[in-house]
């Protein structure tokens, strides 16, 4: 399970600052030239589309896509993650906002704009 967030899109990131290195569960050890804050679009269930900020997001150029910590988004953002045992996943926040997660390949993936 990731335990920070990490982005091989520089170009995501607002706010930069680093270098830093990151722990992998593998245990290898990468070096992010940067961290910063990415802004994301989610759209809920209901159709309403609320913009969230995601700050400490690690770039590393040896990322070949998006990882965001299920643990920290939940944290940061003060919502709630429920998987079914069928594997449907959702997001929702204290606010009562309902963001639906798709299941590809056994990866969560968050869906937005």
């Known amino acids: 399970?990731?335990?920070?967030?990490v982005t091989g899109n520089k170009s995501l990131l607002s706010g930069r600052r680093?270098?830093?290195r990151i722990m992998c569960a593998n245990g290898e050890?990468?070096?992010a030239s940067t961290m910063g804050t990415v802004t994301l679009r989610m759209r809920s269930?209901?159709?309403t589309v609320r913009?969230?900020?995601?700050?400490?997001?690690?770039?590393?150029?040896q990322m070949s896509a998006n990882l965001l910590s299920a643990q920290k988004l939940c944290q940061d953002l003060k919502m709630q993650l429920t998987i079914?045992?069928?594997g449907r996943a959702f997001m929702?926040?204290?606010?009562?906002?309902?963001?639906?997660?798709?299941?590809?390949?056994s990866v969560l993936t968050l869906s937005g704009d």
């Open 45 to 47: 269930q209901g159709g």
């Open 84 to 86: 079914s045992p069928e």
């Open 51 to 61: 913009t969230v900020r995601i700050s400490d997001v690690y770039y590393s150029e």
């Open 29 to 31: 050890t990468i070096v």
């Open 18 to 20: 680093g270098p830093m």
């Open 92 to 105: 929702q926040s204290e606010t009562g906002m309902f963001f639906p997660i798709k299941t590809q390949q």
């Open 1 to 5: 399970m990731a335990s920070v967030h």
